[in-house]
């Protein structure tokens, strides 16, 4: 909306003339507060000035001293503590990168030169404030992480420090090996879980902490360690090369005649671990169904969830996602074999189960290639980019939606299970039963998930999702599970549940 010039207001008797610098590094809340702006506009869901970024960012002044607040009048934004005006500035014109930035530069340093709390929070807490305010206007995953905390999310997204890729523990007085993670460089070797370490770099173990032999694994990337173990009274030395390794997010079981695949998160490995682990699955004799186990799981990397659906698929869309930035939206097409040569597959999830977990439960149960077991998922379908920031910070913006295969909106509706299992036992019983006669008691609520299109109208997924309510997962998941892959009757039955894209609107834009 245009805004109408006006003549300064009169300075209050007790305005402050602000000097430059102050405490507050004013270069690297400059360069910050630009490229913030810079990297928000383009690529939020909904489109907003740079105008309101700013406003909504600068309330962060009063979250942090609810004595200072931050109004717009008659053209000129200003600094009032109880009443009195701190400054007064110009407004610049809404879309104004560089006027914004030079504004909200210097009325958050107006308000440090002026309050106690200010100075006390410190500089990460005074960028932290302003982008915890204007994030509260978008959607509950966008957020600032400050430069810290930024650096331990990169190293769990990626590995972090070098290590051998070991997991010890204490047996007795003995310090054993765990786990040994197939990220790692540990995992080609003969080193494995039940050993006894003896030595790292020929130091003895013996009168050591579990901390501190845990601490001489890890070093710079590249560097060797030998590692001395025992196993049946004998004693074997292996030297490896010590590597970033990815947190280990997939583990095997077996159970009769399945396959259990217990999917943590989905990081930067997950999709390698799980070729390889269906790699090892296909080779267990008398194998009959597999069973991906995503209960609790959070998500993490949307690409990841992608191609470990493309193990399991032959060809087919395995998401949408959609949003204002050209480069939000794509049709994530898989294409290749499956690993698996069509064996039946039960996907079990619950009400923690979110985002990249989510998207590979609809992929694989919209393309009919598995039934999923359980209640309704938490509905995270909203897919952030990260942004890094001058001083070492992360923006995280939602830039894209995701849709599932058949063009249904994850966020708010999450994934519906076609065998629930938060309704009790005896619902859980009767829906196996008529299974086992071809009939799906969830046909209606999977049928009214895949007709839902963006809009989506809220009192609408709530009436879905009180079909099969959100909740923890328990053994009856892997009870219906197993029933299903013993009884194909049942299983096929359940897969019948989905709709045929021909039965259901095209995708929205």
């Known amino acids: 909306s245009p805004r109408i010039a006006a003549p300064p207001p009169p300075p209050h008797e007790d305005s402050v003339d602000t000097p430059a610098g102050g405490g507050l590094n004013l270069a690297v809340i400059s360069s910050v507060i630009q490229a913030s702006l810079s990297f928000l506009q383009p690529r939020t869901l909904e489109s907003h000035e740079i105008h309101d970024f700013a406003l909504w960012g600068l309330n962060g002044i009063s979250a942090i001293d609810p004595s200072l607040s931050i109004e717009e009048q008659q053209g000129f934004l200003q600094l009032t503590a109880t009443q009195k005006t701190v400054m007064a500035l110009p407004v610049p014109a809404a879309d104004d990168l560089p006027g914004w930035s030079a504004a909200i530069t210097r009325m958050l340093d107006a308000a440090w030169q002026h309050s106690a709390a200010m100075r006390s929070t410190g500089q990460d807490g005074v960028l932290q404030g302003f982008f915890d305010e204007l994030f509260n206007h978008l959607d509950p995953y966008s957020r600032y992480i400050a430069p810290g905390a930024a650096v331990s999310d990169r ?61 001489w694994l890890s070093g710079p990337v590249g560097s060797l360690v030998r590692i ?37 998160a989905f990081s930067a490995n997950t999709a390698e671990e799980m070729s390889q682990y269906l790699d090892e699955a296909m080779n267990v004799p008398g194998i009959s169904g597999l069973i991906l186990d995503l209960r609790g799981n959070r998500g993490g990397v949307l690409q990841q969830a992608v191609t470990t659906s493309a193990l399991m698929l032959d060809h087919g869309v395995a998401a949408i996602t959609q949003g204002r930035d050209p480069q939000a939206n794509h049709v994530w097409a898989v294409q290749g074999g499956d690993m698996t040569n069509g064996l039946p597959i039960i996907i079990m999830v619950d009400g923690r189960t979110a985002s990249a977990a989510e998207i590979l439960a609809a992929a694989l149960a919209d ?143």
Not at 170 to 191: E, Q, Y
Not at 234 to 261: D, M, N, Q, W
Not at 377 to 393: A, S
């Open 367 to 509: 393309q009919k290639r598995g039934v999923v077991i359980g209640s309704a998922t938490l509905g995270k379908g909203l897919v952030q980019t990260i942004g890094q920031m001058p001083n070492g910070g992360e923006l995280y913006v939602t830039w894209s939606r995701v849709l599932a295969p058949l063009g249904w909106p994850l966020q708010g509706l999450g994934v519906m299970p076609q065998v629930c299992t938060s309704l009790g036992e005896s619902a859980l019983e009767r829906q196996l039963q008529n299974l086992a006669e071809g009939t799906a008691d969830s046909r209606g609520w999977i049928t009214a998930t895949r007709q839902i299109r963006y809009p989506v109208d809220p009192a609408r997924i709530l009436g879905i999702r009180r079909e099969c309510p959100a909740a923890i997962g328990t053994d009856s998941d892997l009870d219906a599970a197993h029933s299903l892959l013993d009884n194909p009757v049942e299983y096929r039955a359940a897969l019948s549940a989905v709709p045929d894209e021909s039965a259901v609107p095209a995708s929205g834009g």
């Open 155 to 215: 190293s769990t997204r990626t590995g972090g420090e070098a290590s051998a890729g070991l997991t010890l523990g204490m047996d007795r007085h003995a310090i054993i090996i765990t786990a040994v993670n197939a990220n790692g460089p540990a995992w080609p070797t003969s080193l494995a879980a039940g050993q006894v370490v003896r030595a790292v770099n020929g130091r003895p173990t013996a009168s050591h902490s579990l901390e501190t032999v845990s601490s």
């Open 228 to 264: 001395t173990v025992e196993a049946k009274g004998r004693l074997s030395t292996v030297t490896l090369h010590r590597a970033s390794t990815p947190p280990e997010t997939v583990f095997a079981y077996t159970s009769g005649k399945h396959v259990i695949l217990h999917i943590t």
